[in-house]
């Protein structure tokens, strides 16, 4: 539909009318009762939180700091990011470099560069610094070299109080939303709140309304529900008959609610739980301190200063840092988890920090060996993530009653890496931990964050007899072997050297180049010393990947031994024929082994 102006005029004391005015000359008219608005914690052309580190390290590090507003210079640092691999696409698609200024916005918006005092705004930029300058709150952005670091990054920036609640009055979205999950769990015992129950219901309020008004709604929705047979019809009523009460578009309720749970969860101090959000149990103590200053009444100037200096954490605080500490070992001990406290003096919030981030990675590792170990369980769920890789077309498949995966489009090179790791853990028996097995990293939620970086291998799977080494790529033209070639091979020739075992090496794209599967098919590489190493690599489409997958679970003997002889048939077509040829036996030998 075309872009359509919208103007909106007070007709009655409760009642708008909104009229949009399209290019076509269709004019819409309707009347809009007790209008809300829904808040936003991120940006639609930026919406994933985790893309932002790699940008903003792209920013940190040009020539461009402090200059990206001019169109000329929007476009200049889009090359920059297309050149780190930082965005993909057609880069002769958004001509005016638009996705350099939602960056930019999103660098404001968390601290990490000086956002723009404007005449209204009562102060000059000078008093709080140099318009898309580096912040104190951004150097330890850039930085912060774990995700955990990241993590408290982004937290900081969510504490502060930016959102606009009346003239004076500011509160933070993030702490709203902890105030609300706090009082679930005093009437429920459970801090989650459901996806639907997000977006209809808390993305639309504020402090501004009663807090019991607010939880009554949640929990009236999720009783209704629950005895609603067709829960997609509610939910689909649910958001329209909302929209009457709103401006915008109605998709902007799903399309909000999903970024701003992925930026609430970027905070670390929470977590999804199915399509909704709920608390991490070792940051209870914190995220309850969080809700005590929902409201700030600070200037603007004094909330930017705050911002760009990085808000302080409650677990700044020598007591409440030791109560954080406390709730992180009770976790520990409840899965009887083995820890060792620093020999360092707890005297302070700073040595108790970095105590219990020395722990907290105790107590990952255990969550994602046991999220390892459930993945044979979720083998079908696998699959069809691979049949949306196959399509990329960014939709959705529902796989049950509130049980829906999708791929967003501008991740599905780091979505790709991720479902091989997870098919790869339900094929199990691997000998090293899941974590060493991938080259990428998760967040709390073991979604991907970013792709693998160049140097090293995407996944390695260690196994009682070989190992298995794997690297995909979402690349399918003659560019493919000059960019995966050579790595492959050397990636794989390094680890032929420093195991005692066959390695083997899997490389999955949606489409072979015949080039690839010639430089494959050969299979050779000379060490420094000349020594001729030959390398047994297997190129794959995703689709013959995902079907072989799929049959030796369906068939109830999915074991790594399945995939090693996979590749062995394969390879017994290597020397009797050149690469377009052995793109075809390939093709046939797992058409063959999925028929029985």
């Not at 916005?105 to 898309?132: C, H, R, T, W």
């Not at 967040?443 to 996944?459: E, F, V």
């Amino acid at each position: 539909m075309a872009k359509a102006k919208t103007t909106i005029k007070k007709i009655t004391q409760n009642a708008w009318e909104c009229t949009k005015i399209f290019k076509t000359g269709e004019i819409e008219k309707r009347i809009v009762k007790d209008p809300i608005d829904i808040w936003s914690i991120g940006n639609t052309g930026v919406r994933n939180p985790w893309r932002i580190p790699g940008g903003y390290k792209v920013y940190v590090e040009s020539n461009q700091v402090g200059k990206i507003r001019t169109a000329q210079e929007q476009k200049l640092f889009k090359e920059k990011l297309l050149l780190a691999g930082e965005i993909g696409g057609d880069p002769k698609k958004d001509a005016d470099a638009s996705i350099t200024r939602k960056y930019r916005l999103m660098f404001n918006k968390y601290g990490f560069a000086y956002p723009e005092v404007l005449k209204k705004d009562g102060f000059s930029q000078k008093e709080i610094g140099k318009i898309d300058d580096i912040t104190p709150a951004g150097w330890a952005f850039y930085h912060a070299n774990t995700i955990q670091a990241q993590q408290e990054c982004f937290l900081r920036g969510l504490v502060v109080q930016m959102e606009p609640l009346g003239e004076r009055e500011t509160y933070s979205p993030l702490r709203w939303v902890l105030k609300i999950m706090f009082d679930l769990f005093e009437r429920t015992g459970d801090y989650k709140i459901n996806y639907i129950e997000f977006a209809v219901c808390v993305q639309t309020s504020s402090p501004k309304y009663e807090l019991e008004t607010v939880v009554n709604k949640i929990l009236e929705i999720r009783g209704r529900r629950k005895k609603y047979i067709n829960k997609k019809k509610f939910d689909r009523d649910l958001i329209h008959n909302a929209w009457k009460h709103y401006f915008k578009e109605e998709k902007n309720f799903h399309e909000y609610a999903d970024m701003n749970l992925r930026y609430l969860s970027a905070s670390g101090i929470l977590k999804r739980s199915g399509r909704g959000i709920t608390v991490m149990p070792e940051y209870k103590s914190l995220a309850y301190e969080l809700t005590k200053n929902v409201i700030s009444d600070a200037t603007l100037k004094e909330r930017y200063k705050l911002l760009c200096q990085g808000a302080p954490l409650p677990t700044d605080n020598t007591e409440i840092a030791k109560k954080v500490l406390e709730d992180l070992i009770n976790e520990l001990e409840m899965y009887n988890i083995k820890y060792e406290i620093p020999d360092i003096t707890l005297d302070n919030s700073k040595n108790i920090n970095i105590v219990r981030s020395n722990l907290k990675q105790n107590i990952d590792h255990y969550k994602e060996e046991k999220y390892a170990q459930n993945q044979r369980e979720c083998w079908y769920e696998i699959y069809e993530y691979m049949k949306l890789l196959i399509s990329n077309n960014g939709k959705s498949k529902e796989l049950g009653e509130d049980y829906i995966i999708n791929v967003p489009k501008a991740e599905a090179a780091a979505y790709l890496e991720w479902i091989l790791w997870r098919a790869f853990l339900a094929i199990d028996h691997i000998v090293n931990k899941p974590y060493d097995a991938r080259g990428f990293n998760v967040d709390q939620d073991y979604l991907p964050i970013g792709t693998a970086p160049g140097g090293k291998p995407d996944m390695i799977f260690e196994f009682d007899d070989y190992v298995i080494v794997v690297e995909v790529t979402l690349s399918t033209n003659s560019r493919q072997e000059a960019m995966e070639g050579e790595p492959v091979r050397r990636h794989i020739a390094d680890l032929v050297q420093k195991y005692k075992k066959p390695v083997y090496g899997l490389f999955v794209a949606n489409k072979i180049d015949s080039n690839t599967a010639e430089t494959f098919r050969m299979g050779v590489w000379y060490t420094t010393q000349d020594e001729r190493l030959e390398l047994h690599i297997v190129p794959l489409t995703l689709t013959q990947f995902s079907e072989y997958f799929k049959f030796i679970f369906t068939e109830n003997f999915a074991e790594p031994q399945k995939i090693v002889d996979l590749m062995c048939n394969c390879e017994n077509y290597r020397k009797i024929c050149e690469g377009p040829e052995w793109k075809k036996c390939i093709n046939e030998v797992v058409q063959i082994m999925t028929k029985r």
